[in-house]
């Protein structure tokens, strides 16, 4: 499916960020000893997701600006993943493939955004914040 504008970007955004926040939070769910501590990913996720909702809310006049060709979305989805279902590595190794994938996705719509300077920085930014999300599962 082909994100053609601001609007299916930034939605596609929401949709990662709201992937984390529900796999991190099934997670931290299970925390025990052995198991790694997602508490802080919970909370940086739920920033991350309300961070893309800013962006769109106060840029929805650039949803009706240009058209974006050749950006879809199919490379940076993945299926649901229950960590009940993973070991303390396994869920780890999924939080890890999620962030690789979201880092990919903000640094590709940001270079597509690049004409809206605003959004494109935010966009850099949630990198960012992944970024720092590696380092803590990374250890």
């Given amino acids: 499916m082909p ?6 970007i930034l939605g596609f955004a929401e949709e990662l960020e709201q992937q984390h926040l529900d796999f991190y939070t099934k997670a931290a769910a299970l925390g025990s000893s052995g198991q790694p ?8 996720a739920k920033k991350k997701r309300n961070e893309v909702r800013r962006i769109r ?3 929805v006049t650039e949803m009706i600006l240009e058209t974006i060709s050749g950006f879809v ?8 993943c229950d960590p009940e279902t993973l070991s303390p590595a396994g869920q780890v190794e999924q ?9 990919e996705y903000y ?10 300077a605003e959004v494109a920085r935010g966009l850099k930014q ?9 380092k803590i599962l990374a250890g």
Avoid: W, Y
């Fill in 73 to 80: 979305r199919e490379p940076f989805v993945m299926a649901d």
């Fill in 107 to 116: 640094e590709a719509a940001a270079l597509k955004l690049a004409g809206q």
């Fill in 3 to 8: 994100l053609v504008n601001f609007g299916s």
């Fill in 126 to 134: 949630l990198k960012k914040k992944h970024q720092k999300d590696r």
């Fill in 37 to 44: 501590d997602f508490s802080p990913l919970v909370k940086s």
């Fill in 57 to 59: 809310r106060e840029n």
């Fill in 95 to 103: 939080a890890l493939a999620m962030i690789d994938r979201s880092l």
